[in-house]
């Protein structure tokens, strides 16, 4: 179990804090608003209303006993960042911060947030491949370049092995997991024979997938 704090209770740091909670982590959410406040309190056991740029409140929280601090205030820039610099002050052990834009998302990142996402573009993303690309089913992005992609075997590939087709040092990517009848099976062996009624589920970059997929 860790310890997290969320601040800002909007659509993103509601649905954040609610499936930290889920996950059995303790959760912490500071918002300003009482109405968002109230509308949270049915799904969030423990709120504290307050400004999260007021350097007394926030340090009266104790943010070094909290493993990660989330940045939620997406609609308002300015808090976002003098929050960030706060929380590192302050000692955070790991700060993720939500951003709309590439230069708030260097901004962040210079100014102590570790990590930062883009919400709505990332599920756009997402969904886009999931629903547009073809056999490609599913898409979890990792880093801007790389991420882990269920696939489904490539007609070429039916009857051959892993390590016949070279699947690492001739495609780039990694096997993670073959998927058959809704059923993961982790690390198959280099000599698992490929066939056309599972799925795989693969790590590398989206360029090198749509290669291999075309």
């Not at 930290?20 to 406040?37: I, P, Q, S, T």
């Not at 002050?89 to 990590?115: C, E, P, Q, T, Y």
């Not at 886009?128 to 801007?144: M, R, S």
Request: glycine share 8%; proline share 2%; net charge negative.
């Amino acid at each position: 179990m860790k310890t997290v704090l969320v601040i800002g209770l909007g659509r993103f740091g509601r649905h954040m804090a609610q499936k930290l909670l889920e996950e059995g982590n303790d959760v912490l959410a500071v918002e300003k608003d009482e109405d968002r406040a109230d509308k949270a309190a049915s799904i969030l056991r423990d709120i504290q209303i307050g400004d999260a740029t007021d350097e007394q409140f926030i340090s009266s929280i104790g943010i070094n006993h909290f493993d990660m601090c989330v940045v939620a205030v997406g609609d308002n820039f300015q808090s976002a960042l003098e929050i960030t610099v706060l929380l590192k002050d302050m000692g955070a052990k790991f700060i993720l911060a939500r951003a709309s834009r590439d230069v708030h998302r260097k901004l962040l990142l210079r100014n102590g947030a570790d990590h930062v996402v883009y919400a709505e573009r990332e599920m756009a993303e997402r969904l886009a491949i999931k629903y547009g690309a073809k056999n490609i089913f599913d898409y979890i992005e990792l880093t801007e370049e790389i991420g882990i992609f269920e696939i489904a075997v490539p007609v070429s590939w039916y009857g051959k092995s892993i390590i016949e087709k070279s699947v690492r040092t001739r495609y780039h990517i990694s096997i993670l997991a073959t998927k058959k009848n809704g059923k993961i099976y982790p690390l198959p062996p280099s000599d698992h024979r490929f066939s056309g009624d599972e799925t795989l589920m693969v790590m590398g970059s989206e360029n090198d997938l749509r290669a291999l997929m075309r």
